[in-house]
């Protein structure tokens, strides 16, 4: 990569054999410490390898911040206008407005970068990919917790959840959300529909509930769940739901970052710890802890057998049909 700058003039990147050109560099974009948008580009950069893993073929929901993370946020899904033509789209179908957007689809950090440029800070992918959009290849496990709950009910709850992927022969690969919760990914075979994989990530759910405790609750309405306790959202594997990426940046004046963790760091880990000042170094030292993802494929019919066992034994326990609602 190299940089052609000068103060307060539009600052070109030379990513891969293309150039990206980022205006307004200096604008700050996380008011806590003062990163500005540049630093923002310069830490998708220096995780590169690793964002592009968690985005690439994968059709993506960009949040952007035209005057950084304390102003006005938009949600896009169509790619903004004024893309150069090496930026790759898939069309997706929302049948419920019989609309269709073309949106992202990252295929190198150049992609990242320019929608930098546009400016993103957040990248929610589908846990689909170009190929097969509508046969997930990634099983999410959400550990959302509610306004009491404590990062250590997370950790607890994520421990359990470990417990029983390794039971299932499972390998799951967490991250921080950068939030308040813990995510824990699966990669999957995509041979089944979204309405499946979430039937499946309910069955999973139910199992952890029933391990974890009362610290679980599953309550379908918000309002009707113990205050703190974890919600084991299962509801992020439905077609069109999305969570920040691994390395994903989140909008927040910190720039805490969605952040790869192992399972031996989960008991001292705080998601304050990861930033884009921290991310980098961390990222030169162990490369993407993500990386191995895709040869450790899941078949997920295990799961979907504890859920027909589950709507058998308590029929009212079944999750809505999202689309009804």
Known sequence: MAAKEAAGSPVELEIGGRVVRISSPSRVYFPARGETKLDLARYYLSVGDGIVNALRDRPCMLHRFPTGVTGEKVHQKRLPRGAPDWVETVRIHFPRWNRTADELCVQRVADVVWAVQMSTVQFHPWNSRRPLVEQPDEWRIDLDPMPDATYADVRRVAHVAHEVLDELGATGFPKTSGGKGMHVYVRIAPEHGFADVRRAAHAFAVEVGRRAGDV????????????????????????????????????????????????????????Q?????????????????????????????????????????????????????
């Open 216 to 271: 679980v609750d599953l309550s379908w309405w918000r309002k009707d769940r113990d205050p703190g306790s974890i919600f084991v959202d299962y509801n992020q594997n439905a077609r069109d739901h999305t969570i920040a990426a691994a390395y994903s940046v989140r909008g927040v004046p910190e720039a805490l970052v969605s952040a790869p963790i192992r399972w031996d760091e989960i008991d001292d880990a705080e998601p």
């Open 273 to 325: 710890d990861f930033t884009i000042a921290t991310m980098p170094a961390r990222f030169a030292e162990l490369g993407d802890l993500h990386a191995g993802i895709d040869g450790a494929v899941f078949a997920i019919e295990p799961l979907l057998d504890w859920a027909d066992r589950d709507a058998r034994d308590s029929p009212s326990d079944e999750p809505p049909d999202l689309d009804a609602l």
